[in-house]
T-cell receptor, first 113, second 115 residues
Framework: GNSVTQMEGPVTLSEEAFLTINCTYTATGYPSLFWYVQYPGEGLQLLLKATKADDKGSNKGFEATYRKETTSFHLEKGSVQVSDSAVYFCALSVKAAGNKLTFGGGTRVLVKP | ETGVTQSPTHLIKTRGQQVTLRCSSQSGHNTVSWYQQALGQGPQFIFQYYREEENGRGNFPPRFSGLQFPNYSSELNVNALELDDSALYLC??????????????FGPGTRLTVL
């Protein structure tokens, strides 16, 4: 089956620190990979995506590279801000399941000033 | 462009009751998916509707049912509510039912509490 594993949080950082959230996946078929972010009290927003191996998704200073050889899609940001405090979800979809998303458990990030 | 909207925002029910949640898809989108997000967990896929037909279902019992209307808005119905049904219910819309590369756009969710 399909599954996504994320590092457990919470991750607590100081402003301007470097952020990495690990994500690995198992998929039947060739997945598309996504990072979604959920701010307190809100729904999910797409942060970035990559649809084939070696693609790099980027948005708002966040980056993630689709690594097929290690089945990973780690999220990084070079300098976090307090406003980046949120829960981050890694997700995948595969052709056999249409665009149904399989999510990881989420990683809570808290950035302190 | 209007985003995905959901109603109500919050809902409190008692065990055994029935509930209906509503979702309006983003303009131009014909596919709606529903997810259940328990506290502290990632969302779990319930089912998807494409042009008024169910197009895939996750591991949820038949008391979870849905509907999609000609304007592509959708309802999620849950019968015989159980305590474990307490969760945030998320609706997502997209423009094509079958392409895994397509982005799904999520609404703010409905927080259901079952007492």
């Amino acid at each position: 089956g399909n599954s996504v594993t994320q590092m457990e949080g919470p991750v607590t950082l100081s402003e301007e620190a470097f952020l990495t959230i690990n994500c690995t996946y198992t998929a039947t078929g060739y997945p598309s990979l996504f990072w979604y972010v959920q701010y307190p009290g809100e729904g999910l927003q797409l942060l970035l995506k990559a649809t084939k191996a070696d693609d790099k998704g980027s948005n708002k200073g966040f980056e993630a590279t689709y690594r097929k050889e290690t089945t990973s899609f780690h999220l990084e940001k070079g300098s976090v801000q307090v406003s980046d405090s949120a829960v981050y979800f890694c997700a995948l979809s595969v052709k056999a399941a249409g665009n149904k998303l399989t999510f990881g458990g989420g990683t809570r990030v808290l950035v302190k000033p | 462009e209007t985003g995905v909207t959901q109603s109500p925002t919050h809902l409190i029910k008692t065990r055994g009751q029935q509930v209906t949640l509503r979702c309006s898809s983003q303009s131009g989108h014909n596919t709606v998916s529903w997810y259940q997000q328990a506290l502290g967990q990632g969302p779990q896929f319930i089912f998807q509707y494409y042009r008024e037909e169910e197009n895939g279902r996750g591991n949820f019992p038949p008391r979870f049912s849905g509907l999609q209307f000609p304007n592509y808005s959708s309802e999620l119905n849950v019968n015989a509510l159980e305590l474990d049904d307490s969760a945030l219910y998320l609706c997502a819309s997209s423009s094509d039912r079958g392409r895994p590369t397509d982005t799904q756009y999520f609404g703010p969710g409905t927080r259901l509490t079952v007492l």
